[in-house]
């Protein structure tokens, strides 16, 4: 029987390598996040998100100082950050407001069949971010 020690490691940080910080922290000022006012030129920000966990956005000149050989990724995202929204009107609201203000949207507001309003943007760095909310169910079905 093993009895070495469990590790039990604990999500702290999600992190972005981003190609402007300027433009994705005010991306991200958009979406509600309390990012650090005066930021727009560090290569290293974080902001302390509800519950604990942390987001931080490092320049690609940051990341390629301790990591040479860092490529930006190509092909498509493998992850994508979702920030819930109050309602499906919020949904609309929010990204009408980030497409307004020249934002790539990627998918626009729709009802998924999973019973939510969904829509996906893209930040600066082309990076999907969605935007959803739980649709209540219609008392007619």
């Known amino acids: 029987m093993d009895t070495t020690p469990r590790i039990a490691p604990r999500l702290d940080l999600v992190g972005l390598v981003v190609a402007d910080m300027a433009a994705s922290l005010a991306f ?13 030129d ?17 320049t690609e000149e940051s990341v390629r100082s301790f990591d040479p050989g ?35 949207g990627h998918l626009e507001p729709w009802d998924a069949v999973w019973g939510q309003r969904y ?9 999907g971010v969605s935007l959803f909310a739980d ?7």
């Open 119 to 127: 829509a996906v943007v893209l930040d600066p760095d082309g990076g």
């Open 70 to 104: 860092w490529t930006r990724p190509s092909g498509g995202n493998r992850v994508e950050l979702a920030f819930r929204c109050g309602s499906a009107a919020e949904v609309d609201a929010v990204y009408a407001e980030l497409t307004a203000a020249g934002h790539p």
């Open 135 to 141: 649709v209540p169910a219609d008392p007619r079905a």
């Open 42 to 58: 560090a290569p290293h920000v974080e902001a302390a998100l509800p519950g604990g966990l942390r987001i931080a956005w490092d």
């Open 28 to 40: 991200y000022r958009r979406l509600g996040l309390d990012v650090p006012e005066g930021a727009e």
